[in-house]
Antibody, heavy 117, light 110 residues
């Protein structure tokens, strides 16, 4: 079926940087687009970024463009999100998600990123 | 304010049918497929419907999706207590070059 496990969430000061990671297992990682989706506790879902299988295409939501970078290491079945110039409103649970048939079919458990002084 | 519009809440008695709407525009739901997600309290979202009406294996056939023009709907028939959750619709938006979600609908079983 497949599994995604995120890590790297932490408390960071405004203006700081953080990289969150995701390891995939149980499916052929190189066959799928991958995304990061975030959720402020108690609020709705927001798609953050996605990346094509060979990294030739990357797309970002406007609010993170220029600050966040999505990447992947297919040899390690891993997905990353490098977050720079973090703001208080970036505080959220970040989910690693597999894309399939224009939908999100496998979700990780999420990793919490808190931006606060 | 979300690009896709959903009602904030919906409710029904056990066994009844509940329908949740998702309204978008020509740049998203009108030209792209819609997916639906169920989020139980304290858990990650789960895919319920993709490509407007298709169900992944393991999703009960009580859940069904449809779309007409720029509006999509999720129907839950034979409502059960375990269906109490938040439900989200999503679609790619060609103008924004990104995925957009509805704000979510909280379903309550009376």
């Amino acid at each position: 079926e497949g599994q995604l496990v995120e890590s790297g969430g932490a408390l960071v000061q405004p203006g700081g940087s953080l990289r969150v990671s995701c390891v995939a297992s149980g499916f052929t990682f190189t066959d799928f687009w991958m995304s990061w989706i975030r959720q402020v506790p108690g609020k709705g879902l927001e798609w953050v970024a996605n990346i094509k299988q060979d990294e030739s295409e990357k797309w970002y939501v406007d609010s993170v463009e220029g600050r966040f970078t999505i990447s992947r290491d297919n040899a390690k079945n891993s997905l990353y999100l490098q977050m720079n110039s973090l703001r208080v409103d970036d505080t959220a649970v970040y989910y690693c998600v597999r894309g399939a048939s224009d939908a999100f079919d496998i979700w990780g458990q999420g990793t919490m990123v808190t931006v606060s002084s | 304010q979300s690009v896709l519009t959903q009602p904030p809440s919906a409710s029904g008695a056990p066994g009844q049918r509940v329908t949740i709407s998702c309204s978008g525009s020509n740049s998203n739901t009108g030209s792209r497929t819609v997916s639906w997600y169920q989020q139980l309290p304290g858990t990650a979202p789960k895919l319920l419907i993709y490509a407007d009406y298709k169900r992944p294996s393991g999703v009960p056939d009580r859940f069904s999706g449809s779309k007409s023009g720029t509006s999509a709907s999720l129907a839950i028939s034979g409502l059960q207590s375990e269906d109490e959750a938040d439900y989200y619709c999503a679609s790619w938006d060609d103008s924004l070059s990104g995925y957009v979600f509805g704000a979510g609908t909280q379903v309550t079983v009376l």
